[in-house]
């Protein structure tokens, strides 16, 4: 288990301090908090973890697609 701090896993997950603390006040990230109102400490596993679960696959439109969809509208 490697725990990391706020700044630290940030910068692993490349998103700002202002979206880690959303993020958690929301609890929709995973973390560590020994104490209520205490320092806040992520898992890196849990993080890879919270990661693979929000990944998305790529959906490209084509050029029919788009037609189609402008037909629609």
Not at 28 to 53: C, H, M, N
């Amino acid at each position: 288990m490697e725990i990391m701090s706020r700044a630290e896993a940030c910068a692993y997950l490349g998103i700002s301090r202002n979206t880690m603390t959303q993020l958690t006040n929301e609890h929709k990230i995973p973390f560590i908090q020994y104490v209520k109102g205490g320092a806040i400490k992520f898992d890196r596993e849990s993080l890879d973890r919270w990661i693979k679960t929000r990944e998305v696959q790529p959906w490209y439109m084509t050029a029919e697609t788009h037609r189609k969809r402008r037909k629609a509208i």
